[in-house]
């Protein structure tokens, strides 16, 4: 940290601002770098290839934007992207560059890595030194350059490469595809035995090439595997061009693939396709020309081990390679992980978590995956914190080591009673701990708020498993809820539950007894300044109670946060205008948009007001009235930590919340599956850091969906010495 200050410091000289700045880290959570790969986590992982060393295995990590490395010890490591979805120039460490999902990697001979950089239209090329540079494509999505040097080419959303050494010249050039697509925006298919520059390609993902240096593509849309023949001539070699399955050990052209999207060849240029949509792994006989099955029984579904291949379920498998004693090494990309295929047939998982991205409790936060981090609360120096997506509650203790307190990871509900960490809960989404060191749970899905007493039982304390709204006034243990989020206890240990999807905040009493604070039961906004009972509220989200007994409350979908004034039991705004978006920072609060808040909590002096401002990607503050961005540049991702927290992205942060013995800020950053911490900088530093260059935003972008406009064609470039094939759709 002291180092990060003092670069700061003497690197930046202008706009220094005193005080209040923050610096961002991560306190718990992340990917799992570092640790074996088993252990750490993938986000529809697409490709995977070999290198020159032996056990290494490089994956294009492609919704987490990263390229990824397991070494020869197992371990996981990023050696290319940040996380961060976007372009910020070549030249660089490859750790240091943006990438824009990347969806193909492969590695030549002397061990330099090349990444078919998808969404920026490029292909890069990591040196032996580290440094990230680009081999082809301007940037710019389109088609143009044949005959000129591949830097000087327009790409359009590269998706395979294939690399090979040959010696040749540098020059860039179309082998197949004629660029046609339909008005749908798809390419077609326009038969077969023609030149292949004269064919139509439908969205080809991966090309291959055999001993004879004929060319594979998987022509992923026509669903068949063409072949581009040393004279320039394109046959199918398998697929009937309509999708589906047909049953093995028939010729390859006689049966039917459905989405086929990786190619590999053996030595004995048998082609091994993963056929997507079929969850199979399928094996072309070179002698016989007859298909099999090597992996997937055509099931899709979760992860079964050590089980024979050919009866496993595989999710959207997206690519096979060959591994260095033979083996199959697939990416289950729907599944989340990387698996292999031994020789004795027998399959396993070699990298990722799978979707639960849990990996047990670990001695340190940062080595500890996590799902969705939503609620925090503290208690002695301990953060307990909601694993929504994991179904756990969890604490971290001062030495960093991870503890699950409730929660078997089974999302549901097997009664009350038994120990807190054998219970079932259903993604929990809020935690407050008691004077006593009880912990309550609003078990959302599950409809009640739970209790874990200091001996590690867990019972309900209201909500009787049903959805919905009964009444108020009756034992909360007999009331209805209705998906409970957010929760927070008074002074005296008085429970407020914001009843979501009753559009209510309700308050459970000391004697037991249920009612409703705010809400009228229907959603909507009639209006401040009345009684909070009187005034309808829009799926609350968070609730919050300074030490007056004044309520907070993250009026989600009226884009509002509302405070009940302990004195009076009126309900007024305190920040938003009720629309939703983003207008303008450091203003008057009740001028200021903010876009569905989750959460609002309160400092100990009740001066100071902090929302998860969660799809502005911010947490703001409100003092003085004003509304200023305390964390978050607005744009949903992840850049980097170790930076001025304004200048940090976060990803729909679900909650903010204040550990009273340290003041420090803590943020579940849901969806960089983290929990972030903001340290205050007592140093003036400089608020003049570089900003990410073309960034663009990655919320969410759906690579499927992407206008696919026209059809595609495989090119192929000469870089060096080593031939570079890319794949293309082409407007
Ligand atoms: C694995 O290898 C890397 C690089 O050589 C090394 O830094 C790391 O400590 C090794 N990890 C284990 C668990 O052996
Ligand atoms: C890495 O290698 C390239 C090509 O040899 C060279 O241009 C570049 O300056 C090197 N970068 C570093 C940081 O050494
Ligand atoms: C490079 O090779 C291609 C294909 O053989 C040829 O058409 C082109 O003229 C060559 N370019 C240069 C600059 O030599
Ligand atoms: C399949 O391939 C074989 C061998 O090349 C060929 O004889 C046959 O005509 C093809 N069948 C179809 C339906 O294309
Ligand atoms: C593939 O099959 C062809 C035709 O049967 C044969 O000529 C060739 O040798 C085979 N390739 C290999 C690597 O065995
Ligand atoms: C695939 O395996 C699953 C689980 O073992 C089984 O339920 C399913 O019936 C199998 N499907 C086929 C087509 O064999
Ligand atoms: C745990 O504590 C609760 C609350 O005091 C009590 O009702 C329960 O019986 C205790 N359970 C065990 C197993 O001691
Ligand atoms: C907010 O505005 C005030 C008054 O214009 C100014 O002094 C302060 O520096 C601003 N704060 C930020 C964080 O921009
Ligand atoms: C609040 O914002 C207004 C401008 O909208 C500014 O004039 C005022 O100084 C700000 N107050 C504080 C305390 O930052
Ligand atoms: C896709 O591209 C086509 C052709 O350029 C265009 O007409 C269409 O509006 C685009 N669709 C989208 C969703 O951008």
């Not at 090979?164 to 925006?185: H, M, R």
């Not at 992860?303 to 496993?312: F, G, I, W």
């Not at 200021?592 to 911010?618: C, F, L, M, W």
Request: aromatic content about 6%.
């Amino acid at each position: 940290m002291k180092l990060i200050l003092l670069l700061l410091s003497i690197l930046l000289v202008q706009s220094l601002v005193f005080g209040q700045d923050y610096l961002i880290q991560t306190f718990a959570g992340g990917l799992g770098d570092s640790l074996p790969a088993k252990e750490s986590s993938l986000n529809w992982p697409f490709d995977v290839s070999t290198g020159p060393i032996k056990g290494e295995y490089f994956i294009s990590d492609t919704y987490n934007h990263r390229v990824r490395k397991i070494l020869a010890n197992g371990t996981m490591t990023t050696i290319a992207g940040t996380g961060f979805a976007g372009y910020n120039g070549d030249g660089i460490l490859s750790s240091q560059a943006h990438l824009y999902y990347p969806y193909d990697v492969a590695v030549n001979d002397l061990g330099e890595v090349y990444i078919a950089d998808t969404y920026n239209h490029r292909i890069r090329k990591i040196l032996l030194n580290g440094t990230i540079i680009t081999v082809a494509g301007v940037g710019s999505a389109g088609y143009s350059g044949d005959y000129s040097t591949a830097m000087q080419a327009k790409l359009n959303y590269p998706h395979g490469i294939y690399v090979k050494k040959v010696f040749s010249n540098g020059t860039i050039i179309t082998i197949a595809g004629n660029g046609e697509g339909d008005a749908d925006g798809y390419g077609k298919y326009n038969g077969d035995n023609m030149l292949a520059t004269l064919s139509s390609l439908n969205l080809p993902t991966t090309v291959a090439l055999n001993s004879l240096n004929e060319v594979f593509i998987a022509d992923s849309q026509n669903h068949r595997i063409r072949k581009v023949s040393n004279s320039g001539i394109i046959s199918t070699v398998a697929g009937t061009g309509v999708s589906g399955y047909s049953g093995d050990g028939i010729p390859a052209n006689t049966t039917k693939l459905n989405t086929p999207n990786g190619i590999t060849i053996d030595s004995n240029d048998n082609i091994i396709i993963a056929d997507r949509n079929n969850h199979r792994i399928r094996l072309i006989s070179n002698s016989s020309g007859i298909i099999s099955t090597l992996a997937g029984n055509g099931t899709t579904g979760s992860r079964d081990e050590e089980v024979l291949a050919t009866s496993a379920k595989l999710s959207r498998p997206a690519d096979v390679t060959i591994g260095y004693d033979g083996e199959l090494i697939i990416t289950d990309t729907d599944n989340f992980v990387i698996r292999i295929v031994k020789l004795n047939g027998m399959i396993s998982t070699i990298a990722g978590t799978g979707f639960e991205r849990f990996n047990g409790d670990r001695a340190t936060s940062l080595s500890t995956l996590i799902n969705h981090p939503s609620s925090m609360a503290f208690k002695d120096g301990e953060l307990i914190f909601c694993d929504r997506s994991n179904h756990r509650v969890r604490r971290i203790s001062k030495d960093g080591s991870v503890k699950t307190i409730a929660g078997n990871g089974i999302g549901g509900y097997n009664g009350d009673g038994m120990l807190a960490i054998d219970a079932q809960l259903n993604y929990p989404h809020g935690v407050a701990s008691d004077s006593i060191g009880n912990i309550y749970i609003s078990d959302s899905y599950n409809h009640r708020v739970r209790i874990v007493f200091t001996n590690g039982t867990i019972s309900t304390i209201a909500g009787n498993g049903n959805s919905g709204f009964n009444k108020d006034g009756i034992q909360a243990t007999s009331s209805q809820l209705n998906y409970p989020f957010g929760i927070a206890l008074n002074g005296n240990d008085e429970l407020f539950i914001s009843d979501r999807s009753n559009h209510r905040v309700r308050k459970v009493s000391n004697n037991g007894i249920i009612s409703t604070i705010a809400g009228t039961g229907s959603a909507g906004y009639n209006g401040d300044v009345i009684m909070a009972t009187e005034a309808k509220l829009y799926l609350p989200h968070g609730v919050s109670v300074d030490n007056k007994g004044n309520v907070y409350i993250a009026d989600k979908q009226n884009h509002r946060i509302r405070k009940i004034l302990a004195s009076t039991g009126m309900i007024s705004t305190i920040a938003g205008t009720g629309q939703a978006g983003f207008n303008d920072d450091n203003m008057s609060a009740l001028e200021s948009r903010v876009n569905s808040p989750y959460d609002v909590t309160v400092d100990e002096s009740g001066q100071v007001i902090y929302i998860a401002d969660t799809n502005n990607h911010k947490i703001r503050r409100i003092q003085n009235g004003n509304l200023t961005t305390i964390a978050g540049n607005g744009i949903g991702g992840y850049n980097q930590d170790g930076i001025l927290s304004t200048q940090s992205q976060l990803y729909y942060p679900y909650d903010v919340s204040i550990d009273p013995v340290s003041g420090k800020i803590f943020i579940g950053d849901a969806s960089n599956f983290r929990i972030r911490v903001l340290e205050k900088i007592e140093t003036p530093v400089s608020s003049s850091l570089p900003k990410p260059i073309g960034s663009k935003s990655s919320n969410n972008p759906q690579p499927s969906n992407r206008n696919s406009s026209a059809s595609s064609s495989i090119g192929g470039s000469i870089i060096g010495s080593i031939i570079v094939i890319i794949i293309c759709t082409v407007v």
